[in-house]
DNA sequence: ATATTAATGATACCTAGTCTCGAAACTAAT
DNA sequence: ATTAGTTTCGAGACTAGGTATCATTAATAT
C-alpha cells in the first residue's frame, strides 16, 4: 500500500541506524522479511525464510530490534514465543487462540490498576507481563453461525 | 507448625491418589522437598536435591502437580521458569526483583477488567497469563533507610 | 588507501525439557 | 503368597531454542 519514498523495511533499518548499528546486508534482509510479515512468527519461521543469513546473526538481529521498540515478544497461550512488530510504546495483545490474530491493547486502564493493586500490598510497580487469550470477532462469527 | 496428623507432605501425595496416581518413593520424596520448600524453585533445584531420583519422574512429577492445581508455575522476570506452592484456584503474583518473595495477587478486580477490555474489542475472553514485578515493603525499607 | 571497529557465521555449547523402552514397583485378583 | 496387569521408573538419546567463541569479513572514519 506504500508507493516509494519510505517503506516499512527501510524504516527499520533507520532505526537501527540511529542507534549506532551498521547498515549490513544481513540486517537488510532481516529488516525486508520482518516487513513482508502479516502475523507474528517465531525466530525459527524468519531463519527459514534466510537461510543463508547465520543463526547467531537471526538471534541478533531479533534482540536489537526488540530493544529498539520496533518488534515486541509475543507468548502464545501454548508457551511458543513469537515476534511481531510492535507500534513504539508498551502495550499488550490480545491473541485469537483459534486464528492467532493479534490485537494490540492501548490505552486502558491495566496499569493504573495494578499500580493501586501493588500499592495495596506496599509494592513498588516496577514492570509487569500481561497476555490476553480468546477468540476474536470474526472466528465468533464463523464459528457459532447457528 | 504444623503438629503430627497431616503434614503438607502428606497432602500433597493424597492429592495424587485422590487423581489416581499411586504413591510411590520418588513421588514421597519429591513431595517432602516440595513441602519444605520456603520460595518458589526451579525444576533443576528441585533436582538438585533428589539426585536419586531420575531427571524424567522430577519432570513429569512437577507436570501432575500443576495439573492438580497444587503447584503454580511463576515465570521470573529473568525468563526463568520456576514453581510454589499454590492456593487453589486462579491467581496472580507480585514477584520482588530484589530479594524474589512471592506475593499471592486475590480477589482483585483484574479479570473484571479484562473481562470488560475484551468485549470492548469483540472477543470472548478465554484465559490470561499475568505475572507482576516490583519491590517487596521490606526490601524498600532496608534500601531506602534515608 | 588505510586503520579501526563492528558484524558475521560456523561451530560448539547450553538449558530446559521430552521421548523411548526395558526393568522395577505397585495393586488387585486369585 | 502368587500371579497378572498396569503404572511408574530412570538411563540415555534426542529436541528446541538460544548463547558463547572466535577467526574472518565488511562497514565506516580518516
Ligand atoms: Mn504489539
Ligand atoms: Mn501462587
Ligand atoms: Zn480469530
Ligand atoms: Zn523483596
Redesign the pocket.
Known sequence: MRKRGYSLAEQLLDTL?ER????????RAVANVIAGQERHF???ELREKLP??????I???L?ILVDAGVLCRVLLEDG??HYQLSHRGHHHHLLCVECGASEDLLGCDIEDLLQSVSAAHGFQLSGHWLEVYGRCQSCLQTQVPA
Not at 549506532?20 to 540486517?27: F, L, N
Not at 543463508?52 to 546473526?57: D, I, M, N, Q, S
Request: hydrophobic share 15%; no cysteine; glycine share 8%.
Open positions: 541506524e549506532g548499528y551498521r547498515s549490513t546486508s544481513p540486517r517465531t525466530a525459527e543463508e543469513v547465520g543463526r547467531a546473526t538471534y541478533r538481529s534482540k511458543n514465543l
